[in-house]
């Protein structure tokens, strides 16, 4: 009885999500608080559902913190000369974000359960940086940037071994963001980020922050 409430509790309160919950849960739409066991958290038309829940799940928290930090930094130096340039590759991680939103819908994945943390996390640090000044807040960009092409060229690799063929629209999605994120690392680095006053520094602990937030956003 306590092992079927447990994970019925759990998928309640930490996943509102209207499709599949975790391991042995399954939400039933429109059912309210109502669950049934899962026969499997594998396989949806022959796709690797665990592999594509981390993908999207992860994918999806880090285009989340991506916007907060463009519109904390946006908060600060809007009217700034650099705001326009802010703005620009703001608008390019909301069409990142509206994409993964789609996606997770399409594969039925659950967003992380740290949605909230990063919505504070990530403001804060775009704000930060950008009180540092305009350099500051390029180099918060060069260094979450290159942690998320890196990290977009990790997924890459890893869904060309799973079935390039099977996983083609999800890879040519990831490799546009990549190149797109790489644009942005770019842009960072044309305005002067390596200027900033301890710049290895800052760059090393906020990559050291990405890291940290893709292994349990991957996860939770
Ligand atoms: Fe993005
Ligand atoms: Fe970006």
Excluded at 28 to 53: E, H, K, T
Excluded at 56 to 77: F, K, P, S, T
Excluded at 127 to 148: D, F, N, P, Q, Y
Excluded at 187 to 195: N, R, S, Y
Aim: proline share 5%; glycine share 8%.
């Amino acid at each position: 009885m306590a092992a079927a409430v447990v994970p019925a509790l759990r998928c309640s309160l930490l996943q509102r999500w209207p499709y599949r919950c975790g391991p042995g849960v399954r939400a039933v739409p429109g059912a309210g608080a109502a669950l049934r066991p899962c026969s499997s958290r594998v396989a949806q038309d022959g796709i690797n559902q665990p592999v594509i829940d981390r993908i999207i799940r992860v994918d999806h928290a880090g285009e989340y913190g991506a916007n907060r930090i463009y519109a904390g930094q946006m908060a600060v130096l809007g009217r700034s000369s650099v705001g326009p340039v802010i703005q620009q590759m703001w608008n390019q991680e909301k069409n990142h974000l509206k994409k993964f939103n789609e996606l997770m819908v399409a594969y039925r994945v659950r967003p992380t359960v740290l949605l909230p943390f990063w919505n504070v996390a990530g403001f804060v640090l775009g704000a930060g940086s950008a009180l540092l000044g305009k350099k500051g807040a390029m180099a918060c960009t060069v260094a979450v940037e290159e942690s998320i092409s890196e990290h977009y060229n990790n997924q890459i690799r890893t869904l060309i071994e799973e079935d390039p063929e099977k996983y083609k629209e999800l890879l040519q999605v990831i490799k546009q963001f990549r190149d797109e994120e790489q644009e942005h690392h770019d842009i960072g680095l044309e305005h002067d980020a390596e200027a900033t006053p301890a710049y290895s520094v800052l760059k090393t602990a906020i990559q050291l922050g990405c890291k940290a937030a893709i292994f349990l956003s991957e996860r939770i």
